[in-house]
């Protein structure tokens, strides 16, 4: 299988090669003719982020934190499976989600939205680990595993999706966005949290209302 499957990668790598090209030269005439000047994103964020050292304004992890924090984080109960069949992975499947895990550890800055851009190539390990334990392992003791991730996959999503930092999104959305459609904030707002704690323009929707925020 892994054969099969690094044939496939190699095979799809021309085709990506090009749409990545078409993208990035249709990104570039976009961008530039809204700003109304050569503008290429990709590089400007490169530019900030890695080249001057702006990202640190936003704190500052170690080098490894992606292996031993972020993809561990991300993968929760179903990193078991990835690590079982990491070891023998095909190199073009390693390589879809190690490299840019490797090039993203270069930033000081890292968070763990980063590491959803690896997840496809990561949970197609995890199938594989799962296809060989179901052939391997009982039925019931199987059965009880692929529950377990399942159920815990599941409270984390509701958790994330309904409890988890609610305060400071519903504050926004629920007290400050009608206050600023009524005009009632003239002086703007002063959060007393970290840049991007809470959520800004995605949900106040008022151009005239200034935020300011501690850092």
């Known amino acids: 299988h892994g054969d099969v499957a690094a044939r496939g990668l190699r095979g799809a ?3 990506a090669r090009r749409a990545a090209a078409a993208a990035s030269a249709a990104l570039c005439a976009c961008e530039s003719w809204l700003y109304g000047r050569y503008a290429f994103p990709p590089l400007a964020f490169l530019r900030f982020n890695l080249l001057s050292g702006g990202a640190a304004a936003f704190g500052l992890h170690a080098w490894h934190w992606y292996a031993t924090s972020g993809v561990p984080q991300a993968l929760f109960t179903l990193l078991p499976a990835v690590a079982a069949r990491a070891a023998d992975a095909p190199v073009a499947l390693s390589t879809i989600f190690a490299v ?3 090039a993203l550890s270069l930033c000081g800055h890292k968070e763990l939205r980063f590491v959803q851009a690896a997840m496809p190539p990561m949970l197609a390990l995890a199938g594989e680990s799962a296809k060989r ?4 392992w009982r039925p019931r003791a199987f059965a009880a595993a692929a529950t377990a991730v399942c159920l815990s996959q599941a409270a984390l999503a509701l958790y994330l999706g309904n409890a988890h930092q609610i305060g400071q999104a519903t504050v926004v959305s629920r007290v400050l966005a009608p206050m600023a459609a009524r005009g009632a904030l003239p002086d703007g707002v002063h959060f007393l949290t970290a840049c991007h704690s809470s959520p800004g323009m995605a949900a106040v929707h008022a151009a005239d209302v200034p935020l300011r925020l501690l850092d």
């Open 133 to 136: 334990w179901r052939r391997a």
């Open 100 to 102: 840019p895990l490797a």
């Open 13 to 15: 790598l021309p085709p």
